[in-house]
């Protein structure tokens, strides 16, 4: 399969799965995630008319930056070592992975500009997930404040990879009743309008759920490198 075969297939997923849950599907934005690809393949993204792109480390990023370009938004989704921020800051559309105060600060500093973030939550609960708990993110979100370049657009999450659909669905659940909370505050960094949330085993579900933005590796550009 090609990636625009991948693209179309998983479009028409997108679709039936907006019908279903009674969404529109510009609602929704595919990030690409080229982690396990080449710069060629990311390329061929591109072409296939794919405009969202999603790295998980800094060296993938920066290698397909430099020959993509601003061609695509780019979507850093992975974990940020505050060190590194100032090495992918300007190039940054979304950082999804904002996940404590250290790195918020950092982003601050080396930015120019307000940076959309999303903040990562481990709504699964287990230990090998990143980001903060549900019960942390209020707080959070709120002495994020202080930060100018920071502006808090979304929450996301990963679900555990389980065949159980209800541990998944619930996972995406909680991460949607949290946003309509933070969105409740009425705070002026963060409106929080947007779900990162389902990857190429769970993006049906996480529609049903209120997704804005499916973070798709496997399934739409394959899997090359490891
Ligand atoms: C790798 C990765 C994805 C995509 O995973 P696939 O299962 O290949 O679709 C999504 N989000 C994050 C944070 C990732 O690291």
Redesign the pocket.
């Known amino acids: 399969m090609t990636i625009k075969e991948n693209y179309n297939q998983i479009m028409s997923q997108i679709n039936e799965a907006c019908q279903r849950s009674n969404r529109q599907e510009d609602e929704i934005t595919v990030?690409a995630?080229t982690?396990?690809v080449s710069i060629e393949t990311a390329n061929q993204a591109i072409k296939a008319g794919i405009q969202d792109l999603?790295e998980?480390r800094l060296e993938g990023f920066k290698e397909k930056f430099e020959v993509i370009g601003k061609q695509a938004t780019w979507h850093f989704?992975?974990t940020l070592q505050s060190r590194k921020v100032k090495e992918i800051i300007d190039d940054v559309d979304y950082i999804?992975?904002l996940d404590r105060k250290s790195l918020a600060k950092e982003i601050n500093k080396r930015s120019n500009r307000k940076i959309p973030c999303f903040i990562q939550v481990n709504t699964s609960g287990e230990e090998s997930k990143h980001g903060l708990q549900p019960e942390q993110v209020n707080d959070f979100i709120k002495l994020l404040g202080d930060y100018e370049n920071i502006e808090v657009v979304g929450l996301?999450t990963?679900a555990p990879l389980t065949e159980e659909q209800d541990v998944v669905r619930n996972c995406f659940k909680s991460l949607r009743n949290l946003r309509d909370q933070i969105q409740e505050m009425n705070l002026n960094h963060a409106p929080c309008h947007y779900l990162s949330m389902g990857?190429?085993?769970d993006?049906e579900v996480a529609i049903e759920e209120g997704a804005t933005h499916l973070?798709?590796?496997?399934?739409?550009v394959g899997?090359e490198l490891q």
């Open positions: 990030v995630v982690k396990y999603g998980n989704i992975g999804h992975s996301m990963m990857m190429s085993q993006f973070r798709i590796g496997t399934s739409l899997k």
